[in-house]
């Protein structure tokens, strides 16, 4: 039990009184009770919310009515104080409590229910709510229903049911519940609707069969049907964003004085609690059974229900319970006898026939503090989040605190689902939650970091943060608890979610660069600690939760980014031999010299992942995984498979991937050049010169010498291979090359004459090809291939190659003529015939010749059709000058320049040949386009023509 209240006696009538107490109403600082007699009292409540309180009469109205006064209420937007009096009810003044009307359409009334908040309507302005009052008067079957808006009275309907209304309450501002003879029924009083209460049928629900009998043989009567709205709590009915406070309400109502204590925000009713005799249920506003609210077990049919934030209050026949409207729990019995009257709200009042009393709420702090210190936990969690925060200094800390001691309890009495779950739901830390379990299950291991690092310094800074609002800090579990392994297991496995979830908060957290908000609640570094640390606790624990109970899962785990403790990965996957799982560990977190490490240990063995192949193969694998940041690491492991077989370094250094281009060059060069076989070296030259285009002279150079060193070890395949690199390639030293090359050994002959090309000395190559290597058509082929490069060049390379034959000629005498035959026309005949020998027939030339006559009859030719051309173009030239010189041109007001179309006017012109007259500003720009059509148009040469048809 908890102090909720306390009840203080203000107002008693004298003995010598008659008159009884029938009605109270609380607004303010004034208190209003009306009597039996008629008379309205007016009393102000100094410091109504002090301890020390005290009611003086302010006034006193005995013309009110003629009966007793039944029910007082109020309008505060439209200033008026209502009063049911006489079966009627009637309209006051607020300041003057004079009459101001008799609703006549209320005659037979027997009860009425007001109401006031903020709606937004369909209007010029959506979005902007309005100040909406409503009366609603029940007369025995009949709704008399009024309603203001921001002052101004709107509308007056009625609406009929069926049975007689005994009691009204309003779930929201739009919907009114109906305590009828038989049932319940919630009307909805803008759509004119009528929704009747079905209950779930469960022992809360109101019984239909008893409703509306007598107690026959008793001669009492059955209590009346009771409602109530729970939660009054200030929401916006249009959005969680409040744009109205209390001070722009009064500013909008121009003063103060009369304001209701939730004015200020829109008016939401979630939940309604209904009651006959002793059955109750629970609906919400649109009239719907709310199934799962708890059943209340009632002594006695309640007299009166109130609800008074955050507390549902009932009256009995000699106390008044104060409940937890959640969980319908009695936190409180106040034994006052026969209270028949209690007002709502903040300023709550309660009154029997002669005694008014005033309960005034206690600290909800120490009414929290209370239920803590008395364990019951459900409570205090459950009343600390009805209160607003403004009310509970520190309230999210408490309430998560609370959360995590009832969480606790929930373990310690094996519902580790339940318990679990509200660990996720309220981000408990994951130091507070895995302490629970047995040490030996958190980290066993001597060396590890969890238990030395993790552990302590998440528990050091979370368990303060977690538990800064209570006396001591949440309790260690597990040494408390008897563990076995059923048990064990059924909590790992309900653990597993809460491990999941926080791995995705903390991520969140280590990435968002926003405020990571669940369940209404802002997520923080404080909560967790350290990200880092916090992160290991959580996957640590999660790699051994799934090696306990589900080793399938581990793999998935460990592949994919996360904080595990390696030395505890590294212990448990080798006790059960899943080498794959911990090589791809290995590989996430960057391990890469101990997972090597471990294939070339398991190369030999028979491990016993069938997933994990023997020898070589698995090594090649890994190292095609890294990039160029762990070369070394490369380099290191890669001999060991390049030993056994080249294939294998083909398949790391060759590959075409991202990993095997990222790798540096110029290193993976040098790491292969210092293997005992230059063949892979070669090979990877040839495929960074061949396939990726590599510029870089250090390869070309290697690769030429390379080729050089190979045919000198005798493997004479590769000497096309040399000259074909030589001929093709520009990006390789010709002067260094050359010096490698042994100038004795005739295998390099003709590579000596390639670079000997390259670096243009031509008569040194063409002493290789016509006097060494005697090869006379590569000879006449090379100059072939020079003149086409450089007619002179040419030219000369075949002179070169005339005066080398010319030393011998009974030698060269077939070559002489072969060269003449081949080449004659690029040769000049005159320096041919003066050094040709005189022992040449005119028939042996006979070819020579005629190629030169072609030549010189063909060039003959082409110059006399030029002269042609020429004088036929000219001719036309004369005619067309000749008839401009006759022409003559008209200048007129409205002739326009041929050019801009602007007329010419008195401006400076241009006449064109052709009589186009333009501006003399536009003469440049019309004669270059007259100059390109004449381009188009121009007579073809034949050299032109010749070199259009190359």
Not at 154 to 161: A, G, M, P
Request: hydrophobic share 35%; net charge negative.
């Amino acid at each position: 039990m908890i102090s909720a209240f306390s009840a203080l006696p203000i107002v008693s009538l004298p003995l010598t009184d008659r008159s009884r107490i029938t009605s109270i109403f609380a607004i303010g600082g004034r208190l209003l009770i009306g009597y039996s007699t008629g008379v309205l009292q007016v009393y102000n409540i100094l410091e109504p919310f002090s301890p020390s309180l005290q009611a003086s009469l302010s006034a006193t109205y005995k013309n009110i009515s003629t009966q007793a006064i039944e029910k007082i209420g109020a309008i505060q937007d439209a200033g008026f104080l209502v009063i049911l009096a006489n079966s009627m009810v009637s309209v006051y003044d607020f300041e003057t409590y004079s009459l101001d009307e008799h609703l006549s359409k209320t005659k037979g009334a027997t009860t009425f229910a007001t109401i006031q908040g903020l709606k937004e309507l369909d209007s010029d302005q959506p979005g902007v709510p309005i100040t909406l009052s409503r009366l609603v008067v029940a007369c025995k079957r009949k709704l008399v229903c009024y309603e203001w808006r921001d002052t101004e009275f709107i509308e007056y309907k009625e609406i009929q049911l069926q049975e007689t209304i005994k009691s009204l309450c309003f779930a929201d501002i739009d919907n009114i519940i109906c305590g009828l003879s038989s049932e319940f029924s919630v009307v909805n009083l803008v759509a004119n609707s009528i929704a009747t209460v079905v209950p779930d049928g469960g022992d809360n629900a109101p019984s239909a069969v008893s409703v509306g009998m007598s107690y026959i043989g008793i001669g009492s009567r059955m209590a009346p049907p009771l409602c109530v709205a729970l939660d009054n709590r200030l929401a916006s009915t249009f959005g969680s964003d409040n744009k109205f406070g209390m001070k722009e309400i009064q500013e909008r109502k121009g003063s103060s004085a009369y304001l209701p204590d939730y004015v200020g925000s829109p008016l939401i009713t979630r939940k309604s609690l209904l009651v006959r005799d002793t059955r109750s249920t629970c609906i919400d506003s649109a009239g719907k059974v709310v199934s799962d609210y708890p059943n209340i077990q009632w002594p006695s049919a309640p007299r009166v229900l109130a609800f008074s934030y955050p507390y549902l209050l009932d009256v009995l026949q000699n106390a008044v319970e104060v409940r937890n409207p959640a969980t319908t729990t009695v936190l409180q019995s106040i034994p006052i006898e026969n209270i028949d009257l209690m007002t709502e709200g903040k300023l709550l009042y309660m009154a029997s026939a002669r005694r008014v009393y005033r309960l005034l709420a206690g600290d909800y702090n120490l009414q929290i503090q209370k239920l803590t210190d008395n364990g019951d936990l459900v409570e205090a969690i459950s009343l600390l989040s009805q209160i607003e925060t403004v009310l509970v200094k520190d309230k999210e800390n408490k309430l998560r605190h609370l959360q995590i001691l009832r969480a606790q309890e929930l373990f310690k009495d094996n519902k580790f689902e339940e318990a679990l779950l509200m660990f996720s739901d309220i981000s408990a830390p994951p130091n507070i939650v895995i302490n629970l379990y047995p040490d030996n299950f958190v980290a066993e291991d001597e060396n590890s970091t969890i238990k030395s690092t993790t552990t302590d310094s998440t528990k050091q800074h979370n368990i303060s943060s977690a538990s800064n609002t209570s006396d001591g800090e949440p309790s260690n579990l597990s040494t408390q608890f008897k563990w076995t392994q059923r048990n064990l297991t059924k909590a790992v496995r309900s653990l597993l979610p809460y491990l999941a979830d926080t791995r995705r908060k903390i991520s969140k957290l280590e990435t968002s660069q926003e405020r990571v908000k669940y369940h209404g609640f802002e997520l923080s570094e404080e909560i967790y600690g350290d990200l880092t640390v916090a992160a290991g606790l959580v996957d640590t624990t999660l790699f051994k939760c799934y090696m306990l109970i589900s080793p399938s899962l581990v793999g998935p785990l460990v592949r994919v980014a996360n904080h595990c403790d390696p030395v505890v990965v590294e212990q448990k996957l080798s006790e059960v031999g899943k080498w794959k799982d911990l090589i791809d560990f290995y590989f996430g977190k960057k391990m890469h010299r101990e997972a090597l490490k471990l294939l070339a240990k398991l190369s030999g063995d028979d491990n016993t992942d069938s997933n994990l192949l023997s020898g070589p193969e698995p090594t090649v694998q890994y190292l095609q995984r890294l990039n160029n940041e762990y070369l070394d690491v490369i380099f290191e492991f890669a001999s060991w498979p390049i030993s056994v077989d080249k294939q294998f370094g083909r398949d790391i250094f060759l590959e075409d991937s991202s990993e095997s281009l990222s790798l540096s060059r110029p290193k993976v060069f040098k790491y292969l050049l210092a293997l005992p076989s230059h063949d892979l070296c070669i090979e990877y030259l040839e495929y960074l010169v061949s396939e990726l285009g590599e510029t870089l002279p250090l390869f070309h150079n290697n690769l030429a010498t390379l080729y050089i060193r190979r045919i000198e070890g005798g493997r004479e395949d590769d000497i096309p291979k040399l000259m074909t690199f030589l001929s093709t390639s520009s990006y390789y030293k010709v002067d260094r090359i050359l010096n490698e090359i042994d100038e004795n050994n005739s295998k390099f002959h003709e590579a000596r004459a390639i670079l000997y090309g390259k670096l243009g000395q031509h008569l040194e190559a063409l002493q290789l090809y016509a006097l060494e290597i005697n090869d006379q058509i590569k000879a006449r082929k090379y100059c072939a291939d020079v003149y086409e490069a450089d007619k002179n060049q040419g030219q000369n390379c075949s002179h070169m190659l005339f005066e080398l034959y010319l030393k011998d000629t009974s030698q060269n005498r077939q070559n002489i003529l072969d060269l003449l035959s081949s080449q004659g026309p690029r040769m000049s005949p005159i320096k041919v015939l003066s050094r040709l020998p005189a022992d040449f027939s005119l028939s042996e030339l006979d070819h020579f010749l005629q190629s030169q006559l072609r030549t010189l009859t063909s060039e003959a030719t082409s110059e006399r059709v030029d002269a042609s051309l020429s004088r036929v173009h000219l001719i036309r030239t004369q005619e067309q000058l000749l008839e401009l010189t006759q022409k003559s041109t008209t200048i007129t007001n409205h002739r326009t320049c041929k050019l801009c179309k602007k007329r010419l006017g008195h401006s400076v012109i241009s006449i064109f040949p052709n009589g186009v007259v333009v501006h003399f500003g536009c003469q440049k720009a019309y004669q270059d386009m007259l100059r390109q059509e004449s381009e188009k148009s121009a007579p073809l040469s034949l050299s032109a023509y010749k070199k259009s048809t190359k």
